[in-house]
């Protein structure tokens, strides 16, 4: 996965410490953002024939080959569920978050 | 210095200008009274002489909208609207403007619908006076091809990037004919460096372009914007004044004062109406009248030290306003007695007219001289006044 690693926003002290407009060097990821999530996607690695469609769909670009199988990054995720929807084997299911 | 001399309409100079400053790219959506820029730029490009990229855009919308990523991949750009087609890139403009994209665009000035009409005043510009872009306007045909060279400079000078808006009256200026001088173009070349901006969209330095803004950064931006704007006033006041060093035409940087230096009283005036009050005001002259003009060339920003300056020691200001806000005065008006607040004694009246393309004469200017100079403060019934007015109102 080619995410930027989250690295910590610093705060400008001078107005010049700002951009000229809003528009800044790519790459910079301030905060994490998962938050609004009811449901979780949780993949089943047995089940898991390893096709690479839940990569393709979802929306967040968070599903990642992991040790050649896909796995998800819940820092990101939104919990859509998208992938569960589109998996062909059933190998992703929608699991309420605790609390 | 040899310069081609031309006879051309205002439109037309527009274009020449345009050329000369070498945009990269042109989008633009004819409408009338601007119809002729995109015309005559049309022809450049097909007989050679003008190498840009020129879009057929389906409206202002996409217009101001394709003009904006082109300057965000580092080209110069440049287009043209007038009244509605204004109105309808409304959005873009702001846009523009705090994406710090320095197009620079000629306007047409033309009444807004309705009643619908394709005549002249000023409250198409007028009523986007708060949408970041610095505003010109100009006098002749002749001061409408150097701004729109200028503007370039102004907006394109990274203490400032922010778009420039170069207006012109609406057939007064854009459809009559004048003799104008062209500058060459390595002269041009030499005044107007490359366009160089820190916002560039590049494979090789990936940007994030026009992000959003929390409440905790959003002002901080909008901050950024008016200093920029504030910036301006020295780069236009510079640039000027090198422009006259090089073409032999210096315009008076952010206003024009014209025989003011012992007037009783001063007309305020934006645009093509100043070449009719010299006229007047030279007559006044010869008829022993203390009177002289302000010509306001820019509105944004703002010259309120330089309008101080100007009015000096006279006491009464007249401000002609092709332009009503509604429930309130000119809004042209407004922005003077906002600058001149300070001024001890003097006495300040607007004059309203001109609107939809109504002529203001010579003899109506003399009215308002006149009235300047004889009307005592207790008289008036309102300071606002609608001159020639075709019938009886209820004033």
């Known amino acids: 996965m080619n995410r930027p690693k989250v690295t910590t926003y610093k705060r400008p002290k001078h107005i010049d410490d700002y951009p000229t407009g809003p528009a800044y060097q790519a790459g910079h990821l301030p905060e994490k953002n998962a938050g609004w999530r009811t449901f979780k996607p949780v993949i089943d690695k047995d089940k898991c024939v390893n096709c690479l469609i839940c990569y393709l769909v979802c929306p967040d670009g968070v599903i990642f080959k992991s040790e050649n199988k896909v796995d998800i990054d819940y820092d990101f995720c939104k919990g859509c569920g998208v992938c569960a929807n589109e998996c062909n084997v059933d190998a992703i299911k929608m699991e309420k978050e605790e609390k | ?395």
């Open chain 2, 1 to 395: 210095m040899s310069q081609e001399k031309i006879f051309v309409s205002g439109d037309e100079a527009v274009a020449y200008g345009a050329r000369l400053a070498r945009p990269h790219v042109v989008a633009a959506y004819p409408i009338t009274p601007q119809t002729v820029v995109v015309e005559r730029i049309s022809e450049m490009v097909e007989d050679g002489s003008f190498a840009t990229d020129f879009m057929h855009v389906e409206s202002e919308h996409s217009a101001i909208s394709a003009v904006m990523g082109a300057s965000s991949v580092g080209a110069r750009t440049f287009t043209a609207t007038s009244s509605q087609g204004l109105a309808y890139m409304a959005e873009g403009l702001h846009y523009a403007s705090g994406g710090r994209f320095p197009i620079v665009m000629m306007n047409a000035n033309r009444s807004l619908a309705l009643p619908w009409s394709i005549f002249g005043d000023l409250r198409d510009s007028l009523s986007l006076l708060d949408s970041g872009w610095i505003q010109v306007y100009v006098e002749n045909a002749q001061e409408a091809l150097d701004m729109t060279i200028q503007a370039y400079k102004i907006a394109e000078h990274q203490k400032v990037l922010t778009p420039f808006m170069v207006n012109l009256d609406g057939f007064i200026l854009t459809h009559t004919y004048e003799e104008i001088m062209v500058p060459e173009q390595q002269k041009v070349d030499e005044f107007l460096p490359d366009f160089k901006t820190p916002n560039k969209m590049s494979p090789e330095e990936p940007k994030n372009l026009g992000f959003s803004t929390s409440p905790a950064d959003n002002m901080e931006f909008k901050y950024q914007q008016h200093q920029a704007m504030l910036n301006s006033f020295k780069i236009i006041e510079e640039t000027d004044k090198d422009f006259g060093n090089i073409f032999g035409r210096y315009y008076g940087g952010l206003l024009e004062g014209y025989r003011t230096d012992d007037a009783e009283a001063i007309l305020v005036t934006v645009g093509s109406v100043t070449g009719t009050t010299r006229v007047v005001v030279d007559k006044l002259r010869k008829e022993g009248k203390k009177v002289g003009l302000i010509k306001l060339r820019y509105l944004r920003p703002f010259p309120k030290k330089e309008l101080i300056e100007a009015i000096g020691q006279t006491t009464r200001v007249g401000v002609l306003d092709k332009d009503i806000s509604f429930g309130y005065e000119g809004t042209i008006f407004t922005n003077v007695r906002s600058a001149i607040s300070e001024m001890q004694n003097v006495e300040s009246v607007n004059y309203v007219g001109g609107m939809g393309g109504r002529d203001i004469s010579k003899s109506d200017i003399e009215f308002m001289f006149t009235d300047l100079l004889e009307t005592s403060p207790a008289e008036r019934k309102s300071n606002v006044q609608f001159i020639n007015m075709g019938v009886e109102t209820y004033e």
